[in-house]
Nanobody, 127 residues
């Protein structure tokens, strides 16, 4: 059974940093594209980042480029999202996702492409 468990969320001041982790169980990450999505209150879900299974290529939403970094540790079956220079508009519930997606599907950052989702972790950026 595929399971994803996020951790690392919390309250941080604007300009601060957080690192989210996503531990996978029931499958190995090696052949899966892994991503992060987020949803803020009253807003639609949006794709944040994806890392491909083929060559580790990474993709980011324009809103987080240059501030967020996605990475994967296949040995630990864990992925990470390092978030720097956080802004109040980054406040949302962040979800880890996984599926056997192509490079193109990973780059699209479309939620419908991913069949496995974690429960989410809250990130609040506020002074």
């Amino acid at each position: 059974q595929v399971q994803l468990a996020e951790s690392g969320g919390g309250l941080v001041q604007p300009g601060g940093s957080l690192r989210l982790s996503c531990a996978a169980s029931g499958f190995t990450l090696d052949y899966y594209g892994i991503g992060w999505f987020r949803q803020a209150p009253g807003k639609e879900r949006e794709g944040v980042s994806c890392i491909s299974s083929s060559d580790g290529s990474t993709y980011y939403a324009d809103a987080v480029k240059g501030r967020f970094t996605i990475s994967r540790d296949n040995a630990k079956n864990t992925i990470y999202l390092q978030m720097n220079s956080l802004k109040p508009e980054d406040t949302a519930v962040y979800y880890c996702v996984a599926d056997r997606v192509s490079e193109y599907e990973c780059s699209r950052l479309e939620g419908a492409e991913f069949g496995s989702w974690g429960q989410g972790t809250q990130v609040t950026v506020s002074s």
